[in-house]
């Protein structure tokens, strides 16, 4: 399978173009030049022709030590890791100065180079698009990204760099931060779905470059320097994993700009489908009122998490703030009691090496089967030992215990008058649950039924 490079100067249509060819909006679209920073891969179909592709970054001259130069050098590791690039340009904006820069620098590389001129619908990007010849790449191919037109003349440029025979696989065409597949497949014929989340400049996006070892998504002192949920499949000790970067989450009233809207609303949507979600806190800011609201709507999602307390070597009372931690974690979250917490330092790497296997742990966890039998045993001798309260009077009778699903745990209780069941009985059944059978650090469902075993023989 080939490997496809979008680039050109800000704002020409680049990610949505992207979406249009991994058929998903996959990636931030918005009129705001700059949307796009790290470079983004998807799986990218126009009929029958299967390849890859990857969004990037607005091309724009600068410093390479800034923001924007650093994205810039980004945008260029994609294009020399690229099969063929196309080079946008805003047809009804013409040609412009920054255009003719950049086509001249791709030029000089060893990456072939398609001209696309975007926005040709209608006739208002016949000026741009005669204009671009003088580029010298070529017959620019004339399309519209936001319409769909034009792909056919797309396929076509495209379609000499096809490879033989190729096939895409399942797992290649589903969505980079796309949901996992089935319960009842082989959990280690896949990769596990791990989302790294967090308050802005905590470290997500450092995390994420010292586990594969690579400077894979942009990092700095500036906050909120992440924007799209950016997926990179990874392999540990064997085992594939696909890790999700997102963007920084807020305090929802403090966020005001679209664009942090939209950045919050894509890594709230990569944690609702990723299986474990790695919580990153600021080891000199432990437990912000905001982390633990993130950390409420991962368990509300029935997601597993690990919490990583980062910038640990730079911690000087290290007991008591672990100490400081536990307990807040006790009674703020008691409904995911046992949660793993892993101490390290994403920029220096120091016990980065501990965080994998917290969450496998926690992915085992949070995948397990307790047999209908063990439950009900256990069951009976919660009921002998801790009964029902009375309701109007008469004992609730609790008469059968299955597990309805993994992924978390969810057990269905059948009872005589399940409505009637105080929650704080049930709390003492879900804390049970989690003491017995060694559920710590995930979150238990429990749904109260109204009836007798539904897997009784009926006898009359």
């Given at each position: 399978m080939f490997t496809v490079a979008i680039v050109g100067r800000p704002n020409v249509g680049k990610s949505t173009l992207f979406n249009r060819l991994v058929g998903k909006r996959l990636a931030l679209v918005d009129d705001t030049p700059g949307v796009t920073r790290d470079r983004r891969e998807g799986a990218g179909r126009i009929g029958d022709l299967r390849f890859r592709v990857?969004?990037?970054?607005?091309?724009?001259?600068?410093?390479?030590?800034?923001?924007?130069?650093?994205?810039?050098?980004?945008?260029?590791?994609?294009?020399?890791?690229?099969?063929?690039?196309?080079?946008?340009?805003?047809?009804?904006?013409?040609?412009?100065?920054?255009?003719q820069h950049f086509a001249t620098l791709l030029r000089r590389g060893k990456t072939p180079v398609l001209l696309v001129a975007n926005k040709c619908e209608g006739n208002a990007g016949q000026h741009g698009l005669l204009d671009s010849y003088a580029l010298g790449l070529g017959d620019p191919i004339p399309l519209s990204a936001e319409h769909g037109e034009g792909m056919r003349d797309l396929y076509d440029a495209l379609g000499i760099y096809r490879i033989e025979d190729e096939s895409l696989s399942e797992e290649a065409e589903r969505d980079v931060a796309g949901a996992p597949d089935d319960e009842d497949d082989d959990a280690t014929a896949r990769p596990l779905h791990l989302a790294i989340v967090g308050r802005p400049n905590v470290g997500k996006s450092t995390l994420l470059n010292c586990l594969v070892g690579t400077d894979r998504v942009l990092t700095g002192p500036e906050p909120g320097i992440t924007r799209d949920a950016i997926s990179v499949d990874w392999e540990w000790r064997g085992r594939r994993v696909r890790l999700v970067d997102t963007a920084g989450l807020r305090r929802r009233a403090r966020v005001s700009e679209k664009i942090e809207k939209l950045s919050a609303a894509d890594s709230r949507r990569a944690f609702g489908f990723a299986e474990i979600v790695a919580l990153v806190i600021d080891g000199l800011e432990p437990l912000h009122k905001q982390d633990l609201t993130i950390a409420r709507e991962v368990i509300e999602e029935g997601r597993?998490?690990?919490?990583?307390?980062?910038?640990?070597?730079?911690?000087?009372?290290?007991?008591?703030?672990?100490?400081?931690?536990?307990?807040?974690?006790?009674?703020?979250?008691?409904?995911?009691?046992?949660?793993?917490?892993?101490?390290?330092?994403?920029?220096?790497?120091?016990?980065?090496?501990?965080?994998?296997?917290?969450?496998?742990?926690?992915?085992?966890?949070?995948?397990?089967?307790?047999?209908t039998?063990?439950?009900?045993?256990?069951?009976?001798?919660?009921?002998?030992?801790?009964?029902?309260?009375?309701?109007?009077?008469?004992?609730?009778?609790?008469?059968?215990?299955?597990?309805?699903?993994?992924?978390?745990?969810?057990?269905?209780?059948?009872?005589?008058?399940?409505?009637?069941?105080?929650?704080?009985?049930?709390?003492?059944?879900v804390n049970g649950l989690r003491d017995t059978f060694d559920l710590p650090g995930v979150p238990i469902r429990l749904m109260l039924r109204k009836g007798k075993n539904p897997y009784a023989d009926d006898k009359k």
């Open positions: 990857i969004d990037t970054a607005g091309l724009e001259d600068a410093d390479e030590e800034s923001l924007t130069g650093r994205m810039r050098l980004q945008t260029e590791e994609a294009f020399a890791e690229a099969d063929v690039a196309l080079l946008l340009i805003d047809a009804r904006a013409g040609v412009t100065p920054m255009d597993a998490l690990v919490i990583a307390v980062n910038k640990w070597d730079m911690v000087e009372d290290r007991a008591k703030t672990l100490k400081s931690i536990e307990e807040r974690l006790q009674t703020s979250l008691p409904q995911v009691r046992g949660v793993r917490l892993v101490t390290m330092s994403a920029l220096t790497g120091r016990h980065v090496d501990r965080l994998l296997p917290a969450v496998v742990e926690t992915y085992d966890v949070w995948n397990k089967r307790i047999p039998a063990a439950l009900n045993r256990w069951l009976e001798d919660v009921i002998s030992t801790h009964p029902p309260p009375l309701s109007a009077g008469r004992r609730l009778k609790l008469r059968y215990m299955t597990q309805a699903k993994r992924r978390p745990p969810t057990f269905a209780v059948f009872a005589n008058k399940p409505v009637d069941l105080p929650d704080s009985y049930a709390r003492y059944l």
